[in-house]
Structures are given as structure tokens and as C-alpha cells.
């Protein structure tokens, strides 16, 4: 099992910035390739950022594209998502995911995730 605990979720006006950090413990860091999600009241789980094993690739969804960028310490066993220019549509809880993946290319299907933490509320007001 992998323990994965999200913090650095608050409020903040748009504009803003945030950084969110992902601690993983119970099983190799490095075999996973980790993603970050969100979560609106009322809408479907979103695919916002994901990193491959050895944070040799990522990859961003569109909503955020420019915006966030995901990164990785295996040494630490934490992914971080540091958000730019907030947006009041960026308001969601935010979820950490591993994979169990050895491939270049990370996946934006939450279905592909072995793992998820707890969640982090984000808070964008206008």
C-alpha cells in the first residue's frame, strides 16, 4: 500500500499562486508515476498535471496548460503542483494519484491510478 497525503491547499484571489505538495510513503517512489486531479462540486474528476517515474516527462491539461507545472524529488517521495495566475475556476479539492508505471509517458486517466490521497481544498476567490 503507498500513503499518499496532500497539503498546501488554502485560499487565495485570483491571480494568486499556490503550491501543493504530495508526501508518498509505503512503497517505492521511483516505480510510480504520479498525477494530480481535481475535483469541482457537481463535476467530474479532472485530469490538471502528471509526471513518469523518473520526472523525465509530464504532461497538462489543457485547463491549466501554462499555468502549472508539476515536479518530483524522489529522495523526498513528494510531487508538488505549483498553480500560477489563479483562476476562481480553479476552485476544486485537488487529489494526488500514483501508477505503478515504468513508461516515458504518463496517463491523464484517473481509471490507470493505483493510489490516491485524501484530497486539498483550493479556493480562488475573484
Known amino acids: 500500500q503507498m500513503q499518499l497525503v496532500e497539503s498546501g491547499g488554502g485560499l487565495v484571489q485570483a491571480g494568486g499562486s499556490l503550491r501543493l505538495s504530495c508526501a508518498a510513503s509505503?512503497?517505492?517512489?521511483?516505480?510510480?508515476?504520479m498525477g494530480w486531479f481535481r475535483q469541482a462540486p457537481g463535476k467530474k474528476r479532472e485530469f490538471v498535471a502528471c509526471?513518469?517515474?523518473?520526472?523525465?516527462?509530464?504532461y497538462y491539461g489543457d485547463s491549466v496548460k501554462g499555468r502549472a507545472t508539476i515536479s518530483r524529488n524522489s529522495a523526498r517521495n513528494t510531487v508538488w503542483l505549483q498553480m500560477n495566475s489563479l483562476k476562481p475556476e480553479d476552485t476544486a479539492v485537488y487529489y494526488c494519484?500514483?501508477?505503478?508505471?515504468?513508461?516515458?509517458?504518463?496517463?491523464?486517466?484517473?481509471?490507470?491510478?493505483?493510489?490516491w490521497g485524501q484530497g486539498t481544498q483550493v479556493t480562488v476567490s475573484s
Open positions: 494519484a500514483s501508477r505503478y508505471s515504468s513508461t516515458y509517458y504518463c496517463s491523464d486517466d484517473p481509471g490507470k491510478y493505483d493510489y
Open positions: 509505503g512503497l517505492t517512489f521511483s516505480s510510480y508515476a
Open positions: 509526471i513518469n517515474w523518473g520526472g523525465s516527462s509530464t
